[in-house]
């Protein structure tokens, strides 16, 4: 069985700006968009509000993070 990959987030960059540049946005994109782990309550719940803001949407524990990934 092939080992599950990120799904292709650029979509609306159609075969632009070479593949190499895609897949690394896409895998920035990815990360951007998956929640993680609050380190407040423990659930997976923690989502990237703006650049650097990540916030917990069960117990709305609120952080500073990376621009991407906490
Ligand atoms: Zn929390």
Redesign the pocket.
């Known amino acids: 069985m092939p080992t599950p990959r990120a799904p292709n987030m650029t979509k609306g960059l159609k075969a632009r700006y070479g593949s190499t540049v895609r897949k690394r946005v896409s895998k920035v994109l990815y990360a951007r968009r998956m929640t993680r782990q609050?380190p407040?309550?423990?659930?997976a719940?923690?989502r990237r509000v703006s650049a650097g803001i990540w916030s917990?949407k069960?117990?709305?524990?609120t952080m500073a993070g990376g621009a991407y990934e906490p």
């Open positions: 609050c407040s309550c423990g659930s719940n923690l917990c069960k117990c709305g524990y």
